[in-house]
């Protein structure tokens, strides 16, 4: 009876059309072995030390290997994919696998939608959560096409996500709803 219960008192999804998407990036798993690599060299060197130059030569190798393991291993893993979602009020921007960073930008701030065909890392100085004065912040997980969003108060907002033509045209069908 609870799951019946459960069942009659969900929410309904709003009105339009709900669209989700993703990006991922295969080559980002070859940083993020380098990174376990620097992780493993931090753990060798402090249980199998035989440093004659003393313990603070060792405390700094190890320190800086863990350090420099877990920072590109974050920071791969956390933009190995992208998973786009977009409904009637906000588009949501998760990265990585445990979602982190996010972003949420709600529709009512947006001012147009764009696809864009052919988006490069170099174009935003590689791949991951970027942000350039020209040119606003972008999620860059890959090559290829994407959204970009111009908001109310003239920044821009870009993602890489497979499907970027139709998340434009539900996009642009919220607009309207909203506009009106």
Not at 10 to 38: E, F, I, K
Not at 50 to 65: D, E, F, R
Not at 125 to 139: F, I, L, N, S
Request: proline share 4%; net charge positive; glycine share 10%.
């Amino acid at each position: 009876m609870r799951n019946v219960s459960t069942l009659l008192h969900m929410t309904v999804h709003p009105p339009g059309p709900l669209w989700t998407g993703r990006a991922s990036n295969r080559a980002q798993w070859l940083l993020a072995a380098a990174g376990a690599a620097c992780l493993a060299l931090g753990v060798q060197l402090a249980v199998d030390s035989n440093w004659a130059s003393g313990t603070v030569p060792l405390l700094m190798s190890v320190i800086g290997c863990l350090a420099v393991g877990l920072l590109i291993l974050y920071g791969t893993l956390a933009f190995v994919h992208v998973a786009v979602t977009v409904d009637s009020e906000v588009m949501e921007v998760r990265c990585g696998h445990i979602g982190l960073p996010r972003r949420k930008i709600r529709l009512a701030e947006v001012a147009s939608a764009e696809f864009v065909p052919r988006i490069t890392p170099q174009q935003w100085g590689g791949w991951g959560y970027r942000w350039r004065p020209e040119r606003g912040t972008a999620v860059i997980v890959r090559r290829g096409e994407g959204v970009e969003l111009r908001l109310g108060d003239g920044k821009v907002f870009t993602v890489t996500v497979d499907d970027a033509e139709n998340a434009v045209r539900v996009i642009r069908t919220h607009l309207r709803a909203l506009a009106r």
